[in-house]
């Protein structure tokens, strides 16, 4: 298989130098299959689509397997008869869903991409995942764009092919119809089977004070059922709300991020983060021990290139934050 072949560590992190300030890396898919883990995605700004491999979700990962730099939003569905589908969104706001066959012993795309369904009209048909339920393959994809119109629909077929038929209640989960609610822009969904049953993950904002949203967008989960025609049914009726009631969903114990970092171990914390590809000298944990050192330099954050900044992102609607801050100009 692909992993076999790849260093078990990627030598060089993947290039997003000189990516806009809504460019890099787009929407990562994750799926495990025969003990390994698959995330695949997309570098809008070099290198296009891709994905790495690992046996352990934390790592170490592979070193990227190139696939196509057309489109985006890439996703694998592993067949019984083990055969991959790779699918993506093909084209622009007016595209729609194309579909190859991926060889995991090469790595590559097998076959031209075939169109398999444009969605149920709305704009950027995009965010695609395949499944197969009761013998039949269901295509599930957002549309409306990633703002406020944003929506998921859902389609089935008795091949992975298509053709596809859309579901008679689509969209089977959308705000658009639902401008004062405190969430929006909902959309961008995957499906997960667990053993407390099915569930829906998707990505929304909450405004604040108009349609600013300073913690960017969110991940949600929502419990689904099927209907008794086999159709997915979100929460009971395609909305989602702040609280919602969860039936036998174990809790789940995820470490919270430490409130105060002293920056006295060897290593920056995952909560840390640099913008773009951080350039080596720019910053040390070791030149003055409990506090991380911080090299100025020219580039400023309105340039295309990684400034010298270490940053949280905000997590809550209302925060407080505070530093001991020492420095030492030049001339």
Not at 62 to 90: A, K
Not at 91 to 109: A, C, E, F, H, P
Not at 266 to 280: A, C, I, K, Q, S
Request: aromatic share 10%; hydrophobic share 30%.
């Amino acid at each position: 298989m692909a992993a076999n072949r790849l260093r078990a560590h990627a030598e060089e992190p993947i290039a997003v130098d000189e990516s806009p300030g809504l460019g890099g890396i787009y929407a990562p898919t994750l799926r495990y299959h025969d003990g390994t883990f698959y995330m695949v995605t997309t570098n809008v700004d070099g290198g296009g689509n891709f994905y790495v491999t690992a046996t352990d979700p934390a790592g170490p990962w592979s070193e990227p397997v190139r696939l196509d730099q057309s489109g985006i939003d890439p996703s694998l569905f592993f067949d019984d008869d083990g055969t991959v589908y790779y699918t993506r969104h093909v084209g622009m706001g007016d595209g729609y869903i194309g579909q190859q066959v991926l060889d995991l012993k090469t790595g590559n795309l097998v076959g031209e991409m075939k169109e398999i369904w444009h969605g149920t009209g709305g704009q950027w048909p995009e965010g695609p995942h395949l499944y197969k339920k009761d013998g039949h393959y269901y295509l599930m994809i957002a549309e409306g764009g990633t703002s406020y119109d944003h929506q998921v629909t859902i389609a089935r077929s008795d091949s992975p092919w298509g053709p596809f038929e859309a579901c008679p209640h689509n969209p089977i989960l959308t705000h658009a119809n639902r401008p004062d609610h405190p969430i929006q822009a909902l959309g961008h969904a995957d499906l997960v089977e667990t053993s407390a049953g099915w569930w829906l993950v998707c990505l929304g904002i909450r405004p604040q004070g108009g349609r600013t949203h300073t913690i960017g967008r969110e991940t949600y989960l929502a419990p689904v059922t099927w209907s008794d025609d086999g159709w997915p049914v979100v929460n009971g009726n395609g909305t989602l709300e702040l609280s919602m009631v969860a039936p036998n969903l174990p809790p789940q114990s995820w470490p919270k991020p430490a409130v105060r970092d002293d920056f006295d171990g060897d290593t920056l914390g995952v909560d840390w983060n640099f913008v773009r590809n951080p350039h080596d000298g720019d910053w040390s944990l070791t030149e003055r021990p409990g506090f991380v050192r911080l090299h100025g330099s020219a580039i400023s954050l309105s340039d295309r290139d990684s400034p010298s900044l270490i940053c949280r992102r905000q997590t809550a609607l209302a925060c407080r934050a505070s530093t001991q801050l020492t420095f030492r100009t030049t001339q």
